[in-house]
């Protein structure tokens, strides 16, 4: 930029002062880019991820607009009331995920077996619900009812499918000898405890009460193609 043909654009150049404002712009919008750019390279599901994403952007917004709080610089004002607009904006979103079509993002997250339930246990969900209930005991009650209300089936699933093998692993590079090696694994038994007889227990109470999965290896998409035997309706 300091060549001699470069010189009459010299009025052109960001003042130290402007550099400044450009770093602060780049650390407010980095991580909006960040997750955007993420999300759409991703090929398979990611509406899992939609609470955390919120949670983060939040936190983002608020670390920030504390970072700014008592500045008086005109432009850090400037940026500090644009955060406030964009906070106000995220809400609006985030507020739409209460509505009928919004309850995705909360059957998109307890279906991801590494984690079902466990997500409203993070300090991002400590708050009680308006009814003062957890966010969890709402959302589990969300997720059961929509499955009611779509799949309902009654359980006679226990005595069945519960002690049916699976393959844990399933890969798009297992070898035909390691899928029969898999095949001719130990098959271990799963005993279910005996259940209230006048509750109706259905496949979606059992994965709900099952501890999260650890993958390796495999797709979420991949561990429901495994575990559809054991979970047909879900």
């Not at 095949?183 to 227990?201: D, F, G, V």
């Amino acid at each position: 930029l300091h060549l001699p043909e470069y010189m009459k654009y010299q009025y052109l150049y960001p003042t130290n002062e402007e550099w400044k404002q450009i770093t602060y712009v780049i650390v407010v919008l980095h991580p909006f880019l960040k997750f955007t750019m993420l999300v759409s390279q991703i090929q398979g599901v990611s509406i899992h991820r939609g609470w955390s994403i919120y949670n983060r952007l939040f936190n983002h917004i608020e670390i920030m607009k504390t970072t700014l709080a008592r500045k008086r610089t005109p432009w850090k004002v400037s940026i500090r009331s644009a955060l406030q607009a964009a906070f106000e904006k995220l809400s609006y979103y985030y507020t739409r995920t209460e509505n009928r079509t919004g309850v995705v993002y909360n059957i998109g997250c307890i279906l991801d077996p590494t984690v079902k339930l466990t997500v409203y246990d993070m300090d991002d969900w400590t708050e009680e619900t308006p009814s003062k209930e957890s966010w969890k005991i709402f959302y589990k009650r969300q997720f059961i009812d929509f499955y009611k209300k779509k799949y309902y089936i009654l359980s006679n699933f226990a005595e069945t499918s519960r002690n049916i093998h699976f393959p844990e692993q399933l890969t798009n590079t297992m070898t035909a000898a390691d899928e029969l090696e898999a095949e001719l694994a130990p098959r271990p038994i799963h005993h279910t405890e005996t259940r209230n007889k006048q509750t109706p227990y259905t496949e979606v109470h059992f994965y709900l009460e099952d501890k999260p999965e650890k993958l390796t290896n495999q797709s979420i998409l991949d561990w429901w193609r495994v575990n559809e035997g054991r979970y047909p309706t879900i």
